[in-house]
T-cell receptor, first 110, second 111 residues
Framework: SQQGEEDPQALSIQEGENATMNCSYK?????LQWYRQNSGRGLVHLIL?????REKHSGRLRVTLDTSKKSSSLLITASRAADTASYFC??????????FGSGTRLQVQP | SQTIHQWPATLVQPVGSPLSLECTVE??????LYWYRQAAGRGLQLLFY??????ISSEVPQNLSASRPQDRQFILSSKKLLLSDSGFYLC??????????FGPGTRLTVL
């Protein structure tokens, strides 16, 4: 299986609710990143958390990292219809290239 | 500011035909460059990355190849396309090995 795997694979919520996505990985990391992809488009970087950090915030995004459990979570608060997209975690293991998970498809119903 | 271009945006090719996808980056020097492939509804598979002109690392053995003839140009090629080569091809760049910046992608359909 992949280094990074997101859970759930798909998530449907109502506008205004919070959305939580999880990512698990297998090997030691330098950092973990979250990306967003709108349908048929390229990926956009959202946030990076380093291995010595436990939590990071950016606007309505909150990312946590638990290196002992090799897991991370992305929380989007007060979701909007425009947040509808696929979200990917990616890990930097020092290989000079990121390893991406298979993504969580988020649908925010207006 | 930095920008990344990919072309063509869409491509339909017959099995056995050659392929050339181009990616160029503006506004930065000596970037790390990457080619990914994404199957429908799936994650990204790293195909190649390059840390400098003429330096290509291949991640997945297949009938694709990559070249970096100039500092900010990255080309993905194939001599003979297979049906399984269909997918969404993304080019990306980075300065360090942190945040990556992605191009708009090329959707390739092999018939």
């Amino acid at each position: 299986s992949q280094q990074g795997e997101e859970d759930p694979q798909a998530l449907s919520i109502q506008e205004g609710e919070n959305a939580t996505m999880n990512c698990s990985y297998k090997t030691s990391i330098n950092n973990l990143q979250w990306y967003r992809q709108n349908s048929g488009r390229g990926l956009v970087h959202l946030i990076l958390i380093r291995s010595n950090e436990r939590e990071k915030h950016s606007g309505r995004l909150r990312v946590t990292l638990d290196t002992s459990k090799k897991s991370s979570s992305l929380l989007i608060t007060a979701s909007r219809a425009a947040d509808t997209a696929s979200y990917f975690c990616a890990t930097d293991t020092g290989r000079r290239a990121l390893t991406f998970g298979s993504g969580t498809r988020l649908q925010v119903q207006p | 500011s930095q920008t990344i271009h990919q072309w063509p945006a869409t491509l339909v090719q017959p099995v056995g035909s050659p392929l050339s996808l181009e990616c160029t980056v503006e506004g930065t020097s000596n970037p790390n460059l990457y080619w990914y492939r994404q199957a429908a509804g799936r994650g990204l598979q790293l195909l190649f990355y390059s840390v400098g002109i003429g330096q290509i690392s291949s991640e997945v053995p297949q009938n694709l190849s990559a070249s970096r003839p100039q500092d900010r140009q990255f080309i993905l090629s194939s001599k003979k396309l297979l049906l399984s080569d269909s997918g969404f091809y993304l080019c990306a760049w980075s300065v360090q090995f942190d945040e990556q910046f992605f191009g708009p992608g090329t959707r390739l359909t092999v018939l």
